[in-house]
């Protein structure tokens, strides 16, 4: 079992940024594949940033490259993810998800096993 909590989400303005942190504890050597997704009411989750394999490879949406940046410190089993130039469109509930079975998609929600809470993201224009 892997328990994820998330942190860090809040209301900010256009053009502002937030780092979240998703704190993974429990039985972690078993993660291959750590990601973000998020989700709006009325639509499904996706993928945001993942970053896989012992973080050889990292994934970004097409809708987030150049302004996100993911990246995890192995030492406290610690996933951020550093959003700049926040937009109004990337409101949404945002998840921490580990993947333990082996899959091909970084961006597949049903493919990870764990899931954090969530932490809100709010962008104002």
């Known amino acids: 079992q892997v328990q994820l909590a998330e942190s860090g989400g809040g209301s900010v303005q256009a053009g502002e940024s937030l780092r979240l942190s998703c704190a993974a504890s429990?039985?972690?050597?078993?993660?291959?594949?750590m990601g973000w997704f998020r989700q709006t009411p009325g639509k499904e989750r996706e993928g945001v940033a993942g970053?896989?394999?012992?973080?050889?490879?990292?994934h970004y949406a097409d809708s987030v490259k150049g302004r996100f940046s993911i990246s995890r410190d192995d030492a406290k089993n610690t996933l951020f993810l550093q959003m700049n130039n926040l937009q109004p469109d990337d409101t949404a509930m945002y998840y921490c998800?580990?993947?333990?079975?082996?899959?091909?998609?970084?961006?597949?929600?049903?493919?990870?096993?764990?899931w954090g809470q969530g932490t809100q993201v709010t962008v104002s224009s």
């Open positions: 998800a580990v993947r333990v079975r082996w899959s091909t998609r970084w961006d597949r929600d049903d493919d990870f096993d764990y």
């Open positions: 429990g039985d972690t050597t078993r993660n291959n594949c």
């Open positions: 970053i896989c394999a012992g973080a050889s490879t990292i």
